[in-house]
């Protein structure tokens, strides 16, 4: 009890006068509920103190153009949520809310843009977070082992993650609207359940973990739309894009890693590894010499699945190769200096025109040096092969060639990918 008056005064403090507070950029715009009586006021300045819904989309939500009549909006099935997101709001002295649901507009593609692109800014401002689980019964302590908490829909969703990530206080409610804990008192089971460390909820600041290492947080993550599997990450990367939905998922999340790389030096964003080839795709390509040249790679990552073993790995020490450090991407592919070390005489690839990379990035576990495999295509051009792999060496390996070279991406139109 006493903690829970703790945090309400905490949160209190953080809604001050209006007139005081200027927390969003002041060119946008934000549309706020009115708890007391369900109207929809937009703010250029001067947003007033708001909590914040966290949910997972389901069937006859409220639209902002229902909410604009409320006999509409009642008649929808999605008008419970609004109205217990309200009630709960208001019991903690919120006079306002936001709830995407509502409170986008939709039918405006300039305000979607915006909307995304600014979506974990409005969760970090939000002086509470309710998520509402409407499949998790609070029966049982999300600890015990009959509690269905672990399987709430809600930790599957893409645009979750930054909803977990971004507020101060987050509050868990469950179907029927009662509070099941804080991310706080559950940070060691939701924690469990997402994979994220416990330091992001004790405080930490997400920054300080590797990008890849933040990719592997969103590895098992489902969209609706295949393009939001890089739009959802947006604000985990401090980040802009101009969405554009139709250009398939694989395009889109390489376009994201490129706006990374634009701000970041951190190696790690190469860190992946590719799904291992099925028995067909072995016979096509034994078969096919395009299929075999298909086998290659460049250095971005085509889904955040392929960071599914990226989740101990630091970032990169970039001071080891000096004012060699940047790297950017251009219309050959990514330029980049890379220590290149000699492929053992034992190997299968001796001999060939087949090279070890370091990343300049260690495990956590182990303190292993990661490595990949590229192989030259001629001049300063090459690709990475076997893209399933990646190499571990168990000391940090010698710097004394370090090369200059451009990694070439295969063109993705679309859905396809073409060698």
């Known amino acids: ?122 969760y970090e401002d939000a002086a509470m977070c309710y998520v509402y689980l409407s499949d998790v019964s609070g029966e049982y302590h999300p600890g015990h082992e009959k509690s269905n908490f672990r399987d709430g829909r809600w930790f599957t969703r893409g645009w979750t993650l930054q909803e977990l990530l971004a507020p101060e206080y987050v509050v868990f409610l469950d179907k029927g609207w009662e509070k099941i804990g804080t991310r706080w008192s559950l940070q060691d089971v939701v924690s469990a359940v997402t994979g994220i460390p416990v330091d992001v909820f004790e405080g930490r600041i997400i920054d300080e ?108 020490n970039v001071e080891l190769v000096g004012n060699k450090s940047s790297y950017s991407f251009n219309n050959n592919g990514l330029h980049i200096h890379l220590p290149f070390i000699p492929i053992p005489s034992s190997s299968e690839h001796f001999g060939k025109h087949i090279f070890l990379a370091h990343l300049l990035c260690q495990s956590t576990r182990g303190g292993s040096h990661l490595t990949i495999y590229l192989q030259k295509m001629g001049g300063h051009q090459y690709v990475r092969c076997y893209p399933n792999k990646i190499f571990l060496m168990s000391s940090l390996p010698p710097m004394d060639d370090i090369r200059e070279l451009t990694v070439t991406e295969h063109l993705v139109t679309g859905r396809r990918v073409r060698a």
């Open 209 to 316: 973990y590797s990008v890849a290492q933040r990719m592997s947080w969103a590895v098992f993550r489902e969209t609706t739309r295949p393009e939001d599997q890089a739009y959802c990450l947006l604000g985990v990367f401090g980040v802009s894009m101009s969405p554009i939905y139709g250009e398939g998922g694989v395009k889109v999340f390489m376009q994201l890693q490129q706006e990374i790389i634009r701000i970041s030096d951190d190696r790690s964003i190469l860190a992946w590894v590719a799904a291992p080839p099925t028995e067909e795709q072995e016979k096509e390509w034994q078969n096919n010499l395009p299929a075999r040249k298909a086998k290659t790679r460049g250095l971005l990552a085509r889904s955040p699945y392929e960071f599914r073993m990226s989740g101990d790995i630091k970032a990169s």
């Open 1 to 122: 009890m006493l903690t829970a008056l703790v945090i309400q005064l905490s949160v209190l403090n953080r809604c001050p006068e209006p007139s005081l507070q200027s927390t969003l950029d002041t060119s946008s715009v934000m549309r706020l509920l009115n708890t007391k009586d369900f109207t929809v006021k937009q703010f250029f300045t001067d947003i007033p103190c708001y909590a914040i819904l966290s949910h997972t989309w389901e069937q006859d939500e409220v639209s902002f153009q229902d909410i604009q009549n409320l006999d509409v909006a009642q008649s929808k099935a999605g008008w419970h949520k609004v109205m217990n997101a309200c009630l709960r709001a208001r019991r903690y002295h919120f006079d306002w809310i936001w709830i995407d649901s509502c409170c986008i507009n939709k039918e405006s593609s300039a305000e979607l843009s915006k909307a995304l692109n600014s979506m974990y800014q409005y």
